[in-house]
């Protein structure tokens, strides 16, 4: 056996970053009732709590269908004004919304004025890329249990004029079967449109 001195090797340093993949994605402020609500409509269990930012990591919930389809749905951690500029949990978390075919925007509608919640969480994944915001959306008022959310809901039907706008209460299950029909009929779009441009749709 003849053995040759080799040539000199590389090294490199790489930084890996791992993104959430979910079929839709859980966007909204903290304490907007995001985790509540996965834990509504899907397997996951993550924690609830009544303080801000009690999810510090994306979960993701699998939603199953009498078909056998499953549809993953990602709770992101909560997004607050500046978030594009790395305040609160900042970018670190924006970036997983990039892998979301559609989005979820989970508006408290116990809060006054709830349509401005919308609106600056539009601003912020439009800020942190351009286009974000327009992909195909839901609008989610949580917490429509709470007396004063059937009025902020009345209001907040009067400002917004696009996509679809479903009052959940993950508490006591009020229209979480429409939301969960709804995000079929998300995923079967998603599904189609992969099949217009030919590229592969992502299973779980």
């Known amino acids: 056996m003849l053995a040759t001195p080799g040539e000199e090797g590389e090294q490199r340093v790489l930084q ?18 995001k985790s509540s609500l996965l834990r509504a409509i899907s397997n996951a269990q993550p924690s609830v709590a009544d303080y801000p930012f009690t999810t510090l990591t994306p979960h993701v919930g699998v939603i199953q269908y009498q078909d056998f389809e499953q549809i ?22 924006l970036k997983h ?7 979820l925007f989970v508006i408290d509608l116990s809060t006054a004025e709830p349509w401005q919640q919308l609106e600056s969480l539009k601003y912020e994944l439009e800020q942190y890329e351009k286009g974000l915001s ?8 949580s917490k429509i249990d709470i007396p004063e959310s059937k009025a902020n809901f009345v209001l907040l039907q009067e ?13 006591t299950g009020e229209n979480i079967e429409e939301l969960l029909m709804h995000l079929r009929e998300l995923y079967d779009g998603y599904l189609e449109n992969t099949k217009i441009d030919g590229s592969t749709p992502v299973k779980w």
Not at 18 to 29: D, E, K, N, P, Q
């Open 159 to 171: 400002k917004v004029k696009l996509g679809r706008l479903i009052p959940v209460s993950a508490l």
């Open 134 to 141: 327009e992909r195909p959306f839901c609008v989610i008022g």
């Open 97 to 103: 919304i990039e892998r979301c075919r559609f989005l």
């Open 72 to 93: 993953a749905v990602a709770d992101i951690p909560g997004i607050i004004s500046g978030a594009h500029e790395n305040k609160g949990l900042g970018i670190s978390f």
């Open 16 to 33: 890996l970053e791992l993104r959430t993949m979910a079929h839709g994605g859980m966007v909204g402020f903290p304490n907007a009732g």
